[in-house]
């Protein structure tokens, strides 16, 4: 016995398989979209180094058990100390995790590049970018930044450029993919999920979880110091006029 399905019946089941495929592809459509619409966006350190940015951000992403850069985050300061080498911008802002006194991404991540000779001065740190987004918020409503050079690998940078773009900021990214990483491919599948998420938050535009005063990236980045360790070369007996 052959079931005959009305007209009505038949409309109801294609809506139904209409909202089930644009349920299901979306994500995708998302991910693809997010991507290619800041391919442009990604340039070489060469490329860079003409741009004379407000600043680099370099973007926290973890550390070792013993309080240093994680190789992923390592190889971000890499390629951002590098960039301000080559003249890239004159600040440094180390974006990063710093919501309990345990765990310091930004102190870590400053301490690295004065290792590499760079004056405290010139390097901000954002105590409380604990998301891409919050971070990228901040270099613009916190930091007064205009001009940015995200540096990240290269499958976080589509996220960092979609955001920053949303929020009105002049945005590029160089990728600091020096190597390969343990759980790349988990990080990557996991970055589809966050490229949708970001999506719709670049559509809200949410306040991060905290804002505070300005502290303009063209000035003195010693002022986001929580800690006396910058200015070793300085006699600790020596006092300011």
Avoid: W
Avoid at 27 to 44: D, E
Avoid at 126 to 144: L, M, P, Q, W
């Amino acid at each position: 016995m052959k079931l005959k399905l009305t007209k009505r019946k038949k409309r109801v089941l294609l809506v139904i398989c209409g909202v089930t495929f644009i349920t299901v592809a979306s994500p995708f459509i998302i991910n693809v979209y997010v991507k290619y619409s800041v391919k442009s966006r990604l340039i070489t350190v060469e490329e860079a180094a003409e741009l004379k940015a407000d600043c680099i951000l370099v973007l926290g992403c973890g550390l070792n058990q013993d309080g240093t850069p994680s190789p992923m985050l390592g190889d971000r300061l890499q390629v951002g100390t590098r960039l301000y080498e080559e003249g890239a911008s004159a600040r440094l802002l180390m974006s990063g995790d710093h919501g309990r006194e345990d765990y310091d991404e930004v102190n870590a991540m400053k301490t690295y590049a004065v290792g590499r000779g760079i004056p405290s001065e010139n390097i901000f740190m954002d105590h409380a970018g604990f998301s891409t987004y919050e971070s990228i918020y901040r270099a613009r409503d916190v930091f007064k930044a205009k001009k940015i050079i995200l540096v990240s690998q290269k499958y976080h940078l589509y996220r960092g450029l979609y955001i920053a773009r949303a929020l009105g900021l002049d945005a590029y990214g160089v990728a600091a993919d020096m190597q390969s990483y343990a759980g790349q491919k988990y990080y990557e599948t996991r970055e589809v999920v966050a490229r949708v998420k970001d999506f719709l938050t670049s559509i809200f535009k949410p306040r991060p979880t905290f804002l505070g005063e300005a502290i303009p990236v063209n000035g003195n980045g010693d002022i986001t110091n929580d800690k006396d360790i910058y200015n070793a070369d300085k006699d600790p007996g020596e006092t300011e006029e």
